[in-house]
């Protein structure tokens, strides 16, 4: 059974009596949204990945999901299985400039030992106005993403020796979570639905679009992707690809797209990016030159 079965399984299950399971977080009581995550050595990390660039994934990939959903991250449950005693000594830094960086306060957690290191963060947030789904999305909606996408492959395969790019073997565990976009876009309106992009925009979108019921096309001709350029790949393979970017992929209505576009870069500075749009339908696509090409699902599944 592969990820995405077991999460599907588990949504159709009596353990999900409530609809809790299937988005980036679970809300309950109405107002508090709840993310976990588990990152593994030799899994998301490599052993001589440095103990820093470890600790600000956990963070950036559980804050990211709480973002999603247009909530604000409060609190934080730490979870540490470690091969290392030392290694508790050099953490707790860590762990204390992350929730810093992050406007989060660590309220407890657990530790134990083990063969392998393994790093577990629970978030608590706080809902915005709206809580975002990735199930709302409408015919006619235009689908933004929240910066450029590709470099975390690009570097991720420099890490693992398999090409020799020219960027930061470590540049993929640096990216951060688009916190402040999350919670300004849950407290507008106009947002349709959310989420964030850790398996490669073409499985996040896809999402989007099962829950949704909904077709997206991505739009070739409107992309700029030559900030890719320089590293003689595939452009859009490594942009619909590229796994662990921790942007945010969301859908706006198009009559109020143009303003909310341009009210974020005057308050937020962050130039949101136009990549296509939903139609009624199923499926991901791709529409260049005027043909329409069914797009394969590609990206990392966990297991």
């Not at 992707?225 to 590293?231: F, H, I, T, V």
């Amino acid at each position: 059974m592969k990820e995405f079965e077991f999460i599907s399984y588990l949504e159709k299950s009596a353990l999900n009596k409530n609809k809790y399971i299937g988005d980036d977080a679970a809300m309950i009581y109405n107002r508090l949204l709840i993310s976990k995550d588990i990152i593994c050595e030799n899994i998301h990390f490599l052993p001589s990945t440095p103990l820093k660039y470890i600790i600000h994934k956990l963070f950036t990939c559980n804050i990211s999901d709480i973002a999603s959903m247009g909530a604000v991250s409060k609190y934080v449950l730490l979870g540490l299985a470690l091969k290392d005693k030392s290694y508790l000594e050099n953490i707790m830094p860590l762990i204390e400039e992350e929730c810093k960086f992050y406007n989060v306060e660590l309220a407890g957690g657990d530790t134990s030992s083990s063969e392998m290191n393994f790093f577990s963060l629970t978030v608590i947030g706080e809902k915005g106005r709206n809580i975002l789904y990735r199930s709302g999305a409408e015919e006619g909606d235009i689908i933004f993403i929240s910066r450029p996408l590709g470099k975390c492959r690009i570097s991720l395969e420099k890490e693992l020796n398999k090409y020799s790019f020219n960027i930061d073997k470590y540049y993929h565990y640096q990216v951060n979570a688009e916190d402040r976009l999350g919670a300004y876009l849950g407290n507008i309106d106009g947002v349709t639905s959310m989420t964030d992009i850790s398996d490669g925009l073409c499985v996040d979108l896809n999402n989007i679009s099962l829950s949704s019921n909904k077709k997206a096309v991505i739009e070739y001709n409107s992309l700029d992707l030559s900030y890719l350029d320089e590293y003689f790949i595939d452009n859009f393979d490594y942009f619909i690809s590229s796994g662990e970017e921790f942007a945010l992929l969301f859908t706006v209505k198009s009559s109020l797209a143009a303003k909310i576009q341009k009210d974020i870069l005057d308050n937020l500075h962050i130039n949101i990016i136009p990549i296509g749009r939903i139609e009624n339908g199923s499926g991901i696509y791709l529409e260049k030159n005027g043909d329409l090409q069914k797009i394969e699902l590609s990206g990392y599944e966990h297991f």
